[in-house]
């Protein structure tokens, strides 16, 4: 059973995610926040840094977002790109959409490949490319979803179109291709830069990450998001308990300090230590009071399995991204390494935010990395003390 909560602790609103009643995901969310994923702005390139491959854009008075030249060029309003110039140049007029949150010192990612959605397909500019949900497995299906009449822009079935009837899911489509042309007609007569669409509330759209059609419920003590989310999830449930907290019977406040803890400790009596960096993410995994009497390497093997399945999740609950680098206690065979290299696979499979296994170092580090979307928990607890 999956269930999300949305509750408040301390004047901030917290996004929970449970999956067979353990917490899998814990999001602060940024009320107020100006610059959110999904925004669709007019900048105006400031510099081209062609040795980073990147533009600089100004956004509005307070925000400036990067824009990577290899991924699929930004749309100029200025002026029509004469033929064989690669990319953009300084002072042109773009149209970008934030795809990443700014992280300490790094600006907001923005992407020219716009992109709307909706609960059965999402629309973006790449013309001709179509798109499947992995999570559908029917490939009898994922045929016939390939074979529907889409053509004016880009498009990708989302997973709740294996059991919809196709003619929903392309009245749906024709909504937001109709919804892009005007944004499109709006942005080539706007002279001003800034936000010409907002995303959608960070809640929600969070949710539509996850998938709301694999909710079985949403269960929130704040009436405003209850109304906001009727419909668009199956099952949501007004908590009405004004003795007892939402936020106390998740035992909330216990929850978000243990995620502010480097320390982790395992049901074995072994433990983690997570140090996230400027550069990486480091975890190392101590035997701690764990103790194996009889064969010391299967009991190395179950301690650095457990530690495994422990650490996915721990990138899932504190938004851990980047380079992570992983020191398990030291195994003698190759097999037993391969072991813990799948349990770290399965565990990653499992999370909406793609993350992959890379390599065992020279020195025996296990290498993974996880995408960047949004700011790491602790980044965001920091961000709301400040304000």
């Not at 999300?4 to 449970?18: D, E, F, R």
């Not at 230590?273 to 975890?283: H, K, L, N, Q, Y």
């Not at 206690?329 to 399965?346: A, F, G, P, S």
Request: net charge neutral.
């Amino acid at each position: 059973m999956n269930e999300a909560v949305i509750t408040k602790l301390n004047n901030l609103s917290y996004l929970l995610i449970y999956e067979d009643n353990e917490l899998v995901e814990c999001h602060p969310l940024q009320e107020n926040q100006s610059l959110q994923i999904g925004n669709i702005y007019i900048g105006r390139v400031e510099k081209v840094v062609k040795n980073i491959q990147s533009a600089f854009i100004r956004l509005d008075a307070e925000h400036v977002g990067y824009l990577p030249l290899n991924d699929k060029p930004a749309l100029v309003l200025n002026r029509t790109l004469p033929k064989g110039l690669p990319s953009i140049a300084e002072n042109d007029l773009v149209l970008v959409q934030v795809e990443q949150e700014p992280q300490k010192m790094k600006q907001a990612r923005v992407t020219g490949n716009i992109n709307i959605s909706g609960k059965y397909v999402a629309l973006d500019l790449q013309k001709g490319t179509i798109g499947v949900s992995k999570k559908i497995k029917n490939m009898e299906r994922v045929k016939a979803l390939k074979n529907l009449p889409v053509s004016t822009y880009g498009c990708v079935f989302r997973t709740a179109c294996e059991h919809m009837d196709d003619q929903i899911i392309l009245s749906e489509y024709e909504l937001l291709a109709k919804e892009m042309d005007k944004l499109i007609h709006k942005a080539s007569y706007e002279k001003r830069i800034g936000c010409i669409k907002e995303g959608s509330t960070e809640y929600v759209a969070i949710l539509e990450e996850y998938g709301t059609d694999r909710l079985d419920k949403v269960k929130t003590d704040l009436p405003e998001v209850e109304e906001r989310l009727k419909d668009i999830v199956s099952s949501v449930v007004l908590y009405g308990d004004n003795d007892y907290p939402l936020y106390k019977l998740l035992n909330l406040e216990t929850e978000t300090n243990r995620l502010l803890s480097p320390k982790v400790w395992l049901k074995s009596g072994g433990f983690l230590v997570i140090e996230p960096t400027e550069a990486m993410v480091v975890i190392d995994v101590n035997t701690g009071k764990s103790i194996g009497k009889k064969n010391k390497d299967a009991h190395i093997l179950k301690l650095n399995l457990e530690a495994a399945k422990e650490i996915v999740r721990q990138l899932r609950l504190r938004n851990l991204s980047g380079i992570i680098m992983v020191d398990f206690i030291n195994m003698h065979t190759e097999e037993d390494r391969q072991q813990v290299v799948k349990c770290l696979e399965r565990g990653l499979k499992r999370d909406k935010i793609p993350g992959y296994f890379v390599e065992i170092t020279k020195l025996g580090v296990f290498e993974l990395t996880r995408k960047k979307v949004r700011r790491p928990f602790h980044e965001a607890i920091l961000n709301h003390s400040q304000l």
